[in-house]
């Protein structure tokens, strides 16, 4: 038997538990023996049973999505990875069948399937994947850390899509997500980057890690702020992983011609966008989700062994497996960046 973390019934909150280790592999299929899980904001929403998770989860569900490990049994089929290989992974299940994946668009595959989410997933002390999800590492990285890989590819994603060398961006939202674009754009050469960020805990981190101008939008007035230090021209790029309607709505303003607008999160209302300043301003917009399968994870791989990433920044706390409560506490009081917990 294995310990793992349960979404149990439709109510708040997780249960801990046990299931049986894995033991029948499908050709394809390797075994990971988990060393490390991170919580996501999933993870957080289904915890407390909002209104999304109650239209997406069907308890009883090993929960997580975010994980490193060890392999120790292989499939049949299965060639690129060996036993003892040091992974971490792609928690989106692709079909490599539809019109999408057969275009190079598996990110937007119409039949993705998420771990921990539409099927059993990492909190837990085996699980069995699919190999072609699996990151090999090579980089001799930490592999507590590895785990976090996933929502750093969300980051890699965003920053990425855009040339940031020596250009100004704009990280608005600092979470976990939007520290981690900070200190991809550091180490993506980026000239000057500005992030927005109310909570002063991740004020601090955000300075921490780098950024050279950090505004809390309560205190200062973010368009006059930008404007002041650009030459009133604007930032080359903004990048949102906040979700803020307000926020997204003036981006348009922050962004400098021909700039771009990287968007992340994920929106509870709908925004009032005035599409004639994309127009007349010459602006491209892109809409992110997921990783690019398989560019973003090269480019992972690329940061991990420029070794210019700060990952003992972002990741700002370590519990045990079984204290995960402790986990999740100081994620819904909004005082951490990455959380992750060590098995």
Not at 280 to 305: A, C, M, N, S
Request: proline share 4%.
């Amino acid at each position: 038997m294995m310990k793992v973390i349960l979404k149990t019934e439709r109510a708040k909150g997780f249960t801990r538990g046990e299931k049986p280790i894995p033991r029948n592999l499908e050709a394809n299929e390797v075994l990971i023996k988990v060393i490390s899980v991170s919580i996501c904001g999933t993870d957080l929403h289904i915890y407390n049973w909002d209104a999304w998770s109650q239209n997406r989860i069907n308890p009883p569900l090993t929960v997580g999505h975010e994980f490193s490990g060890k392999v120790v049994k292989i499939g049949s089929n299965v060639s690129k990875v060996k036993i003892g290989d040091i992974v971490s992974s792609e928690s989106h299940i692709i079909c490599g069948k539809c019109e999408y994946c057969l275009t190079g668009n598996g990110h937007i595959c119409e039949k993705t399937k998420v771990i921990g989410v539409d099927m059993d997933g990492a909190f837990a002390e085996y699980m069995k994947i699919p190999e072609e999800n699996l990151y090999i590492d090579t980089s001799n990285l930490d592999p507590t850390y590895l785990s976090v890989l996933e929502p750093l590819g969300n980051a890699v994603h965003a920053v990425k899509h855009f040339d940031v060398k020596d250009k100004d961006v704009l990280i608005i939202g600092c979470g976990p997500i939007g520290l981690m674009g900070i200190d991809v754009a550091i180490a993506s050469e980026a000239k000057r980057i500005f992030a927005t960020e109310v909570n002063p805990y991740r004020i601090n981190l955000a300075k921490e890690i780098g950024a050279h101008h950090v505004i809390n939008p309560k205190e200062v007035n973010t368009l006059e702020y930008i404007k002041k230090h650009t030459n009133n021209k604007g930032v080359d790029v903004v990048i949102d992983f906040s979700g803020n309607v307000g926020a997204v709505e003036e981006s348009f303003d922050y962004v400098k011609p021909g700039g771009g607008i990287s968007i992340l999160g994920a929106f509870n209302n709908k925004l009032n966008v005035d599409f004639n300043k994309v127009v007349f301003k010459g602006l491209h917009i892109y809409g992110v989700t997921g990783r690019l399968l398989p560019k973003t994870w090269q480019q992972i791989d690329e940061l991990l062994k420029s070794k210019k990433l700060q990952f003992d920044k972002f990741v700002t706390h370590i519990f045990p497996f079984d204290e995960f409560e402790k986990g999740i506490k100081v994620m819904n009081e909004g005082k951490s960046g990455k959380v992750v917990l060590k098995l």
